[in-house]
């Protein structure tokens, strides 16, 4: 794919075909893949109107049907949207992929929103760079809205914190989401906490819940407390209150965007450059045999890490 400047207009323009073959070209891993995807990514407008919604919380918490029933809502006020899906089970999990799709049944069929589901990659359970890169490209795409919805395990909860404006946190009754099942690290970096499936027998433990919630300490931050609303997607009950909510936090921190999506910037950056070092140094003919040869020796104890470790040292400043 040749990145000519009618690609970076149709990207603008939201093509939904030009957006999907250029998505597919960003997660790809072969290896003449990746100057037209650096090609693109360095090409794309650097500004963008878009607020970026991180969607998180335990599987099968509702994030996906949240996404559709919040998004559905926005198109009727005029919004466009993009929601993309990060599954982090397994690159080849066509299953889940559909069942993303399927869950968000309103909006895959909306002329007004872009849905796509993709794999997390490598990083076990983590929000891949290129991801990340993903993100970017949606971002240029200039939709109002882009929601990101991604599993709330291990490092992914914090990745997506680093890759959008807002990041809501899902949660639901009964399900080891009780106060001390919460990790201290999400409660962190959710902007908005929303209670989910408030309707039919759970209602009673989401008002149990929410009061619990709202009295935690790691929630009292200093811009003030963080909002704790609950919704339930299917009958809709209470989800223009979740939407003030966002409107609220969008107007509070209009002015504090740019330094934010900056900062997200660096810390890419530093990933991916590590990573790029990473690569570059192992596939360097001594550095990269000595450390795997050392990998070998410390798996079948022919080798003590320390000693292995200042081997590699010492290669590596004879090397700089
Ligand atoms: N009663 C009720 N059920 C809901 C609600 N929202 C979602 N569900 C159900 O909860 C199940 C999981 O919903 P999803 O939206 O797929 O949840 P998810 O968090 O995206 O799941 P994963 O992507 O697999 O982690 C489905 O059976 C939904 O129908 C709700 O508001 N009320
Ligand atoms: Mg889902």
Redo the contacts with the bound molecule.
Sequence with gaps: MTITDDIIRQIQGKDRSVLARCITLLESTAAQHRYASRDLLTRLPRTSPTIRLGIT?????????????VGMADIANGKSICAL?V?PSSPVSSG?IL??KT?MSQLSLSSEAYVRSSPSGTQLGGLSSRSYDVIRLCTAAAFDYLYV?S?GVGQSELDIAQATDLTIL?MQPGSGDDLQGIKKGIMEIADIIVI?????D?APQVRHMQKHLRSAVPLQRREGPVPVLS?????GAGLSDVRDAIGGWIADHTSSLKEKRAAQESYWYEKKASQLILDYVLASSTIGAAYRDSLTGIHDRSQDIYQALDHLENLLREGL
């Excluded at 989910?196 to 039919?200: H, L, M």
């Excluded at 919704?231 to 009958?235: E, G, V």
């Design positions: 919380g335990a599987p099968g918490v509702g994030k996906s049907t949240f996404i559709d029933a899906t599954d889940s069942g993303d869950r919805e599993v899902l989910t499936k408030d309707d039919g759970l919704c339930s997607a299917l009958s």
